[in-house]
């Protein structure tokens, strides 16, 4: 039962749990700041310049008639409204405008914190600095410093550092608290004291709300009712792995059907340069005119058609940026549907070498003329399945939209371009379409079918490499995004950062055992291993067949996702506190697998840390306790468990015999 007192200026907000909130003159649950803040932005990657002029600590507490409590000290104040919620409370705040905002709230020693979005480099983010401003995840000045270093003496780097594609004002503590600001703003949450959690907001959430669980699961549960989680995959998309090609219609149907002709389970083949390519110095990119290249493609209906008499679907991309001086850049310019600068020019921003224009999402001529010529007549009336919906973080809050603050909407942006491709699709009535995105922010779980952890290296760095999808993962776990998968492979190589034949059969073991299989070719497809490779095709041939035979328990787990529960799950999720902690790159693949990924190179042997249960290993067939073991981990082979007692261990075991 939710209890409130408030005596002498003092105030507390606890539940049977413990204590939610405190105030007293002494220790302020919030500060009100005057504040000037300064963005700098290279390729999407933003550093912030904050001049702090004042601080005023809300140290005065009166309760008014109507319940409402006002915190306030030198003429400012701050009105706070509390209501009690299934499981918790809700705090409305009602600020000042032009004020920032600093929240105190009481910390547990001890208690680890998870969450915050996509956070790729640790799952506990205690001790952390936490920004929530959506930007660019990878720097150029990372890539050339793995380029000339030796990797031996490469450094990798801390989670400050990091930046994140799909930050979130969502925290869950391993004490069973969930906390959720509502905000769109810019902001810091500050974990590096030992009594007090602080987060800070460029202007006031509209509330916060802090929930109470008996476990993560009931959390999950809770933060699917405030934000409806509508992620989906169409059944063709658990029949085999989405092939990752390029190169033109020739060139797809050529890989695609030898590699059916091998054995290789396929549900799709994904061409990212259907609409041309851009060779640039960092490799080969994507020509950003959302049309079919008819040099590359031709009769790409036609092309489709083949692929579908095959079972095999077409999937595609788009992005909200037009590259420059192309055609469809031209035509929206002049129909007045790209943002602008304050003069009124187009507002341009860069990718790698070269510049694109942006639509204005906030244009309703521009949003109809996404959903129904760039998605309705450029892809889905050629046959198309499903595309990445690729950026969304680049929107300058310097810039001109046709309604609204680009300050507010910089984080909301890709939720809005997530938006719009859901409702296109809907609107179209293409009822087995998806997309998936990479950026997000709150709310992204109702619109996206999927997220995926964009864009690591092509390496086994612990920062921006293959281990790196799981702490995201897990972190977008504990958001609300229950549906997430990666780019087998990885995204970015430069000079000596490749994958070989080795790291992309391991990445492509960690994707057979998710909800969604699917390569990337790279940037630079020729310097990397590829699904075809004579040393990697027997690989392929096998995992995919593997995947599709999981088939049954996948679809139970999506179904689950689709409810809120997250489909991957750290190693102490049942055990419901960091100290059970293990092994940060182990994982729960829904209730009954438990994933052991292989993510060093030339290692064929693993330690693992099984948790409790009664474990069957899937290649083995041999009965595991619970504790440490040392685990073959061949190539093809990675080391995963399945409990004894699960309804699906008949299934897991055929698949494995006849997958091994």
């Excluded at 140290?59 to 306030?72: N, V």
């Excluded at 229950?482 to 970015?492: A, K």
């Excluded at 190589?493 to 994958?499: H, N, T, V």
Aim: hydrophobic share 40%.
């Amino acid at each position: 039962m939710l209890q409130s007192h408030i005596s002498g200026g003092r105030w507390r907000l606890s539940d049977e749990g413990g204590l939610l909130l405190a105030h007293r003159p002494d220790a302020p649950f919030v500060s009100a700041i005057r504040q000037e803040k300064s963005y700098t932005s290279d390729r999407g990657s933003v550093r912030t310049t904050v001049a702090e002029s004042r601080r005023i600590a809300l140290r005065t507490l009166r309760e008014e008639e109507d319940g409402t409590l006002r915190f306030s000290s030198e003429g400012h104040s701050l009105r706070v409204r509390v209501d009690a919620v299934e499981k918790g409370v809700t705090l409305h705040f009602e600020g000042e405008p032009g004020w920032s905002y600093e929240f105190s709230l009481p910390a547990e020693k001890g208690e680890a914190i998870f969450g915050g979005g996509e956070q790729y480099r640790q799952v506990n983010l205690r001790g952390e600095q936490v920004v929530n401003f959506v930007s660019e995840h990878i720097k150029a000045v990372t890539i050339l410093e793995k380029a000339l270093v030796p990797r031996p003496l490469y450094l990798e780097k801390p989670h400050g550092s990091i930046g994140s594609y799909a930050p979130m004002p969502v925290f869950v503590t391993d004490r069973g608290r969930m906390l959720l600001f509502d905000t769109a703003c810019d902001g810091l949450a500050d974990f590096t004291g030992d009594a007090r959690l602080l987060f800070a907001f460029d202007a006031c959430p509209s509330s916060l709300t802090i929930l109470r669980g008996k476990n993560y699961r009931e959390l999950s549960s809770l933060l699917a009712q405030r934000i409806p989680n509508r992620q989906y995959l169409p059944a063709w998309c658990h029949e085999g792995m989405i092939l990752g090609i390029q190169g033109g219609s020739e060139t797809i149907l050529k890989k695609c059907f030898a590699m059916l002709d091998a054995g290789a389970k396929v549900s799709a083949v994904w061409s990212q340069d259907w609409s041309g390519e851009l060779r640039t110095v960092m490799g080969k990119q994507v020509w950003w005119n959302w049309e079919v290249n008819s040099e590359l493609y031709p009769d790409l209906k036609g092309v489709i058609q083949k692929l579908n008499a095959r079972g095999v679907r077409f999937l595609a991309y788009i992005n909200p940026y037009l590259v420059k001086d192309g055609r469809l850049y031209n035509y929206c310019r002049d129909k007045g549907w790209l943002i602008t600068r304050t003069d009124g020019s187009v507002y341009h921003i860069k990718s790698t070498t070269f510049d694109a224009g942006m639509l204005d999402l906030t244009h309703p001529d521009a949003v109809r003329y996404i959903k129904e010529t760039l998605i309705g007549k450029n892809m889905l009336d050629l046959g198309v399945s499903g595309w990445m919906a690729d950026f969304g973080e680049y929107l300058p809050v310097d810039c001109v939209l046709h309604d609204g603050d680009p300050k507010l909407l910089h984080n909301a942006w890709p939720v809005l371009w997530a938006k719009i491709n859901r409702e296109a699709i809907e609107e179209y009535g293409a009822k087995d379409a998806f997309f998936f995105t990479r950026s997000g922010y709150l709310g992204i779980q109702s619109y996206a079918p999927i997220l995926w952890n964009g864009d690591q290296h092509t390496d086994t760095t612990k920062d921006y490499g293959l281990p790196c999808v799981m702490p995201a993962s897990f972190s977008l776990a504990f958001s609300g995004v229950t549906m997430v998968h990666c780019d087998i492979g990885g995204f970015f190589s430069f000079g000596k950062m490749r994958r070989d034949a080795e790291l992309f059969t391991r990445w492509m073991e960690m994707g057979a055992f998710s909800l969604l299989m699917r390569s990337h070719e790279s940037i630079r497809p020729w310097a990397n291993a590829q699904f075809d490779a004579r040393a990697v095709k027997p690989y392929t041939v096998k995992l995919t067949k593997l995947h599709a035979a999981l088939r049954p328990y996948i679809e139970h787990v999506a179904g689950e996702a689709a409810q809120g529960v997250p489909a991957l799950r750290p190693d102490f999720w049942e055990k419901g506190s960091f100290a059970f902690s293990k092994d940060p790159y182990s994982y729960f693949l829904g209730d009954d697998l438990f994933v052991c990924p292989v993510i060093r190179k030339g290692v064929r042997h693993r330690t693992v840390y099984l948790p409790e249960g009664d474990w069957v290993g899937l290649w083995t067939g041999r009965r595991y306790a619970p504790g440490t073991h040392r685990v073959n981990a061949p190539l093809g082979q990675p080391p995963v468990f399945y409990r004894r007692d699960s309804a699906y261990s008949e299934l897991f075991r055929r698949a494995a015999d006849e997958n091994k």
